[in-house]
């Protein structure tokens, strides 16, 4: 083979914490950091403090429980460029939900999304050091979600004021001529107080997927994010969000999105201790939506996102 695996490894490692695609955590890179980027242009532009209103596909991927906030059926494709000049890195995720129900009914609203990421010309290390060589790292997950609202306002045909959600995931890596997959379990909770208010708790990794290449194994590490939202006067909606992580990470953020005639959006947020800013967009037309988030980064360049929904 030319190089020992341990070298590899270690390569890859520090290729994901340089390129930031490894922190979402200040603390480096861990297993699923990947996952990290997010999913949305929304949510990314509001520093994916999403887990508190999780209203559209991408609850999926934030907190399950919101899914039965969306209305009818809804499909988004959303393209991430992460860090300009981090390499060469691609990442691409597809949602669609359908509430099977409308409000007043029993079964709630189904999910199923992919997530996709690459990363190439990773530098080969070999036992006397770099070969000159370089390999790829292919990353992906199927998520499969189901979300319900529940409380005595749901027979009445009134929002509820509880929501509960699961989502399974199958995630599978290959770096170089190594392959191997996982299974794990997210699960949510989203509870409005007041009308105007929203507390959401997602649990990441409760049953976490387990990941071994060669004889170097990966398991996800559980995760918590607990987020409070509050719809303002004049179509704003504020935002935060904390997280702590299994392995001892902590972090925050927060985010806000004000929408101007129902036709246009403007958001930004920020994210800590990554000190990472974001700022973005939307316009609604129909039933079709278009979402842009810009995330300045002085060292790695900035990230791009952009998202395509349409709902029916």
Request: charged content about 15%; proline content about 4%; overall charge neutral.
């Amino acid at each position: 083979m030319g190089f020992a695996y341990k070298y590899l490894f270690a390569a890859i490692t520090s290729f994901l914490c340089a390129t930031g695609v490894a922190g979402a955590a200040a603390g480096g890179g861990y297993a699923g950091a990947w996952l990290g980027l997010g999913a949305g242009a929304r949510a990314a532009a509001m520093a994916n403090a999403f887990a508190a209103v999780a209203d559209d596909s991408s609850a999926l991927f934030f907190n399950p429980a919101g899914l039965d906030q969306v209305p009818g059926g809804r499909a988004e494709f959303t393209f991430h460029y992460p860090f300009a000049d981090g390499g060469d890195v691609a990442y691409a995720v597809g949602a669609v939900s359908y509430n099977m129900s409308g409000r007043g009914f029993a079964l709630g609203t189904i999910a199923a999304g992919v997530n996709y990421f690459k990363a190439s010309g990773i530098p080969e290390a070999g036992g006397l050091g770099l070969t000159g060589r370089t390999f790829s790292d292919y990353e992906s997950a199927i998520k499969l979600g189901w979300g319900k609202g529940f409380g005595g306002e749901v027979v009445a045909g009134e929002e509820p004021r509880y929501y509960l959600g699961i989502a399974f995931k199958l995630i599978t890596t290959k770096i170089y001529e190594y392959q191997d997959g996982g299974f794990g379990v997210d699960a949510g909770f989203l509870f409005k107080p007041l009308p105007a208010t929203r507390v959401g708790i997602a649990l990441d990794n409760l049953v976490a997927p387990n990941i071994e290449l060669k004889t170097i194994r990966d398991v996800y590490p559980a995760a918590a994010r607990v987020g409070a939202a509050v719809d303002l006067p004049a179509n704003i909606v504020a935002t935060a969000e904390g997280r702590v992580r299994k392995d001892g990470d902590v972090g925050v953020a927060a985010g806000g999105e004000a929408t101007i005639a129902k036709v246009l959006a403007l958001r930004a947020g920020y994210r800590y201790p990554e000190n990472m800013p974001a700022a973005g967009m939307g316009v609604v037309a129909g039933n079709y939506r278009f979402d842009f988030c810009w995330r300045p980064h002085r060292e790695l360049g900035d990230s791009y996102v952009a998202t395509a929904g349409i709902g029916w």
